[in-house]
């Protein structure tokens, strides 16, 4: 009998980093993540760096493009995205579910420009997010049928008439954020009392209107941000 040859197949475990490794990465996602919020998807690795004061080549050892950045920080505000949809359907009554779910995303986006251009954008490579969002994609849409076949969401309505109105909120925010960053949730609610079923009592408005002042100021400060 001829003997056999086993060979080892089992993986070697990554080497942990260097506690001064560990910190610049810590450092750098900080940095990203502020940044990204702040400013959104449209900086660069040097930006990180300088940022998060560390040199622009130990950013590069960390991840190798700004796409793994991207994917580094915004992984788990994506897969919490896709944890709301799915607890939304827990909730017994079908509007609220609904309801609770955008105003989620809508907040969470309002609040970090990075975010609303990785749930409104194409995926450019970030194949951890594009994971996430597919995942979401389900839950959302039975979040839809479910609030439509209670009769809560008016018949005609559709997936995709809800992702025009968290670009439309998204927008908004985007535009008041420096004058009145609450602005948006009035027009959430707008867009809210037009996709539910008729004859339904609407809630008052919340927040306030953009006063012409308010509105002249946003719009130098979007200018000013776009040169």
Request: charged content about 25%.
């Amino acid at each position: 009998m001829n003997p056999v040859t086993t060979t080892s197949s089992t993986a070697t475990a990554p080497r942990p980093l260097r506690a001064d490794a560990a910190r610049n990465q810590r450092r750098i996602i900080a940095a990203a993540r502020e940044l990204f919020a702040t400013r959104g998807l449209d900086i660069t690795l040097d930006d990180v760096a300088e940022h998060a004061g560390v040199g622009v080549g130990t950013v590069y050892r960390r991840f190798a493009n700004k796409q793994e950045l991207i994917d580094g920080v915004f992984e788990q505000h994506v897969e919490t995205m896709a944890e709301q949809a799915e607890c939304a359907l827990a909730n017994p009554d079908p509007w609220e579910g609904l309801v609770a779910y955008f105003e989620f995303a809508c907040r969470n986006m309002a609040a970090n420009r990075g975010l609303g251009e990785v749930i409104m954008g194409l995926d450019d490579g970030r194949d951890r997010v594009a994971t996430m969002r597919e995942r979401m994609q389900p839950a959302v849409e039975k979040l839809i049928d479910r609030a439509r076949s209670a009769g809560a969401l008016r018949p005609d309505a559709e997936p995709g008439d809800f992702y025009a109105l968290i670009h439309m909120v998204d927008a908004i925010a985007d535009f008041s954020r420096n004058v009145n960053p609450d602005a948006w949730r009035r027009y959430f609610a707008v867009v809210c009392d037009g996709l539910r079923a008729d004859c339904t009592p609407r809630g008052e408005l919340p927040s306030y209107p953009l006063t012409h002042e308010q509105i002249h100021e946003a719009k130098s400060s979007c200018f000013n941000r776009r040169r």
